[in-house]
């Protein structure tokens, strides 16, 4: 029986296309085969960085015996859940209804009609930890759909029945208001880390949309704990083993409390995330550090992830070979006493450990540490260390860099492109903006269509075959959005208003609330509808977000109407689970600050005093502002009708709650209207 993965676009896929398991992609077909051989699926859901996925292909997907048994008794389908979040998202609500717990490599049986009715997630080849080995796991579903097919019939049937009934507790259509966000507040307040940063315990993930709504929220209420939270726990981080100390960029999560030792995957969605929340400290705080980390994320992005298309590649694995022919994780990454003597000699090699907090016993494993900035790190000549840091990145560039997947996904790369374009826009970084256009162009010409519809993923400038879910829709009106209000050019507001136009068709039903497919898409088990915030946005947040901005830029009332009803969910869900709303959150403080509509107006858009209040109109603090630049008497942007110069000077329009202030040529004046 044939591998039928060799022709796909996903790099996931693309690493599992020589195993002699006879794996399908997910497809009617594979299910066809089941009924018509009579087998049940096997569904294996996982992504092209996730170690223990690799762990797991290795010892029983790459092992002849275990492939022979599974060609024979199963239909064995693999998706890359980055390909295809709806499936993922379904067969995961059950993985973690049924066991309690989730996550990847995920492995569920199915049976013909796409039902699950067993569960799982890491098998490993031999019991151990009170685990059954992946054989013992196969032996048995095959023998209960043998010998017991009506028990197996009637668990899957009313796990699908739970699944297909189970409905979000919507709230209301109302967006939240004061009491909601102080309640917010607090509840965050109560699960921070006030010695470390951040919230909870280990593992510990950078919360980067709640340091958005952080910012936010003082921002417009003036709240200093809100900041400290924010402040402290970006710093905490950039000193951390989560971010790189040589080249820039977030891992994914620390797998302890002190942001030591990082889970050294590297994401697009973390740092381009987390690169607008520095960029956004910055712009709150003049905060050096914040500057400096925001500016080496976003040229991490472009050096690093950027494709030859122009895209954002998924990720960075965190294996890579540590030199032996072993792939470890963090091999790469990690250094000992005697390395950074070997680069730098006797001396540098001393001051650099002090720098860096490497030690003899070292920070992660083997003796080995992850570098930091220890909070003591005490003064040192800024010259020699960048000299060391130059050394010591030339150094780790010769050792096999972790492996990346290529594969370009809408979402994500919307979220790039806002973050490049407020970035190269606040720290006159004109390359950053060029390379959220060219990501933007990308996504205009391959991944949508003559109707504007929106396919999920590319590679190698091929399109997948997958459609777009709601948060690539909203992610890249979001993204389209930046570019709109960084370069003044209306065709990114156009494209936005495209996409959000589908939002309203096909993603929201009668009551306001949002699903994560549309009405027309593949019909699952179950249509996917989750409106938390956890790795990224949730489509339903996002999609609130793009919608409330975009109608601020155009007066569209249907798309202000859509984010009000959206925002429903923040007002039932932000005061008793803050961590798991926090973009929700975030756009609830734009709506309640207006938002703003800004307008600046030049002769020409190369007016260097133009120039300077548009840059003014992009560095204001009030949460969600949308800013308009153009030429006087442009139609480019809808914002800027009917706003001439001031006595044939550049000026600025501040519009809120459908009252506008009077213009103004002034740069402090309009830093004023744009503060709380």
Known sequence: MPNRLAHETSPYLLQHADNPVAWWPWSAEAFEEARRTNRPVLLSVGYSSCHWCHVMAHESFEDQPTADYLNEHFVSVKVDREERPDVDAVYMEAVQAATGQGGWPMTVFLTPD??????????????????????????????????????????????????????????????????????????????????????????????????????????????EGALEMARDTCERMARGGIYDQLAGGFARYSVDREWTVPHFEKMLYDNALLC?????????????????????????????????????????????????????????????????????????????????????????????????????????????????????LDARSQRPAPGRDDKVVAAWN??????????????????????AVSAADLLVRLHLDEHAKLARTSKDGQVGANAGVLEDYADVAE?????????????????????LDHVLTGFVDESGALYDTASDAEQLIRRPQDPTDNATPSGWTAAAGALLSYAAQTGAEPHRTAAERALGVVKALGPRVPRFIGWGLAVAEAYLDGPREVAVVGPSLDDEAAKALHRTALLGTAPGAVVAFGVAGSDELPLLADRPLVDGEPAAYVCRNFTCDAPTTDQERLRTALSR
């Not at 796991?137 to 009506?150: F, K, P, Q």
């Not at 895209?311 to 792939?327: E, K, P, Q």
């Not at 919307?414 to 950053?432: H, K, Q, S, V």
Request: hydrophobic share 40%; charged share 25%; net charge negative.
């Open 479 to 499: 993204g389209f959005l930046a570019l709109a209000s960084v370069t003044g050019e209306g065709v990114w507001l156009e494209f936005a208003g495209f996409l």
């Open 114 to 223: 796409a039902e699950p009715f067993y569960f799982g997630t890491y098998f490993p080849p031999a019991p151990r930890h009170g685990m059954p080995s992946f054989r013992q796991v196969l032996e048995g579903v095959r023998s209960a759909w043998t010998d017991r097919r009506d028990e197996v019939a009637e668990v899957a049937g009313k796990i699908t029945r739970d699944l297909s009934q189970r409905e979000i507790d919507y709230g209301s259509t109302e967006a939240p208001g004061e009491e909601e966000l102080s309640g917010a507040l607090l509840g965050l307040t109560r699960e921070y880390d006030p010695q470390r940063g951040g919230f909870g315990g280990a593992p510990k993930f950078p919360p980067s949309m709640a340091l958005e709504f952080l910012l936010r929220h003082h921002a417009r209420t003036g709240a």
């Open 414 to 435: 919307g979220l790039a492109i806002a973050a490049l374009a407020e970035t190269g826009a606040y720290f006159d970084r004109p390359d950053l903006v060029e390379a």
């Open 276 to 392: 607008r929340v520095y960029a956004h400290l910055w712009r709150s705080t003049g905060s050096d550090l914040a500057r400096r980390v925001a500016v080496e994320t976003a040229d991490f992005l472009v050096r690093e992830l950027r494709t030859t298309e122009g895209g954002f590649a998924s990720a960075l694995d965190a294996d890579s070979d540590d030199g032996t022919g072993r792939h470890v994780e963090g091999a790469y990454y990690v250094w000992t006493p005697a390395q950074l003597t070997e680069v730098l000699g006797e001396e540098d090699g001393g001051l650099a450990a002090q720098y860096f907090g490497v030690t003899e016993d070292g920070t992660f494993e083997e003796g080995q540490s992850v570098l930091q900035l220890p909070q003591d790190e005490g003064v040192f000549d800024a010259d020699r260390i960048a000299s060391i840091k130059s050394r010591l």
